[in-house]
């Protein structure tokens, strides 16, 4: 009679888990018996996308990365709409929200992030929401086609790519950020304000410097009051002020957390019988938010759960992109520089372009490109590779077609 196979069980529905039991399934297709557990009620999604199911550029079937079909043809037992609420970690069982009891030999942990809600007087208003799941995109979409005001807190990636997809659905838009630039952990001055330019062009109203005091109401969000005194009109209130490590599960059952779950090289935790992956994750006194890093420790936990385990999660540097129809921007590595580093610039206000290499010791180790985002990826390949650019530095400006010659291509 056959062993009975390992039971793996999977915390989290998401991008980061899903992933790994893909990258599990390529490597040891039969290993584990698969059990996975997710608070929302739906297959896989790629939340990267949610941008665009706002804006009405995708509908939810064409986000979806695994449908229901897929965990039934890989024998993969899926608890949607179920959150685990436990961990017994001495017993190894979880048991989730409707009181389902499974025990595991292995246990995944990917339950991602929360949005961070500003402790705002009114900020527990209805009308006020987030911006991480289908759900807040129905609210959203609830919420255009009855009102007529919104208003996003966070100039970041996510805060500009919702106020883009109300502005599509009809909505007058009003973007508050706390500082003058715009997506400051990807872009500097110039092209935050080239960016805000684009923007206000859209109809978006931008209001940068902006500290929100208080959001207020009868019943419901009906506008925002700033430190200056002004008003801003609003029946939708949307923030986008970053993320946090969603570890509160794993510090009920006093898994080594400090922002976030605590793993080692082989994304495992400190007890040998849980990994973690994604934005639930700290390693190396680091926490993620980008999908690059994200894959990457995926494809490393999935060799360790797999018995190959040979890889090692290194951080590495990370690319964006925004994604606003109409608006190229990319950047990477280190684009604000400092001590030792050079700026190669190339401004063309009349054609919106602008690019920004930052080079040290005959290196890129950033780039900013607005206006013209094709040679991102190329001049990403540079960042990493540490490549001498040394023969191609006066056109590196102008991209890899005019520095082929040379043949210094990453």
């Known amino acids: 009679m056959s062993e009975p196979r390992p039971r793996l069980v999977v915390i989290g529905n998401g991008m980061a888990g899903m992933r790994t039991v893909e990258e599990l399934l390529q490597l040891a297709p039969g290993l584990y018996d698969i059990t996975v557990f997710g608070a929302e009620p739906y297959g896989n999604y790629n939340r990267i996308l949610l941008s665009l199911l706002l804006s009405g550029e995708k509908n939810t079937d064409e986000i979806m990365l695994n449908t229901r079909e897929w965990y039934t043809e890989n024998g993969i037992t899926l608890h949607a709409g179920d959150p685990v609420v436990a961990i017994d970690r001495r017993r190894r069982r979880v048991r989730s929200h409707k009181g389902v009891d499974v025990p595991y030999d292995r246990l995944l942990i990917a ?10 007087p009114g900020g527990d208003l209805p009308g006020v929401i987030g911006f991480r799941g289908i759900d807040d995109v129905e609210q959203m979409l609830q919420a255009a086609s009855t009102y007529k005001h919104a208003a996003v807190i966070g100039g970041g990636l996510l805060g500009i790519e919702a106020a883009n997809g109300l502005l599509r659905r009809g909505m007058q838009v009003t973007l508050l950020h706390r500082i003058e630039v715009l997506m400051e952990q990807q872009l500097n001055a110039d ?68 922002r976030g779950i605590v793993v080692d090289d082989t994304l495992q935790t400190y007890d040998p019988h849980i990994y973690a992956v994604g934005e639930c994750v ?36 990370t690319a964006t992109k925004l994604k606003v129809s109409g608006i190229d921007l990319y950047s990477a590595g ?77």
């Open 111 to 120: 339950t991602g992030s929360k949005p961070f809600m500003l402790p705002l």
């Open 282 to 317: 700290q390693h190396r006194r680091l926490t993620f938010g980008l999908v690059a890093p994200v894959w990457e420790q995926a494809r490393v936990c999935a060799s360790h759960l797999a018995r190959v385990g040979h890889r090692r999660y290194r951080s590495t540097k």
């Open 334 to 410: 280190d684009f604000i520089g400092g001590d030792g580093t050079e700026d190669l610039v190339l401004r063309d206000p009349r054609r919106g372009i602008y690019k920004r290499l930052v080079l040290k010791d005959n290196q890129i180790i950033g780039a900013v490109l607005y206006g013209d985002v094709k040679d991102g990826g190329w001049y990403f390949e540079l960042i990493q590779s540490g490549t001498d650019i040394t023969p191609i530095r006066d056109r590196l400006l102008f991209g890899k077609h005019y520095c082929q010659p040379a043949e210094v291509a990453a």
């Open 191 to 258: 092209a935050s304000r080239l960016l805000s330019h684009n923007l206000k062009a859209r109809g978006l109203n931008v209001l940068l410097n902006a500290q929100t005091e208080a959001l207020y109401g009868d019943g419901r969000v009906e506008g925002i009051a700033l430190a200056d005194g002004s008003r801003i009109e609003a029946d939708l209130v949307v923030m986008a002020v970053g993320v946090r490590p969603d570890i509160a599960l794993a510090k009920s059952c006093s898994l080594h957390c400090e």
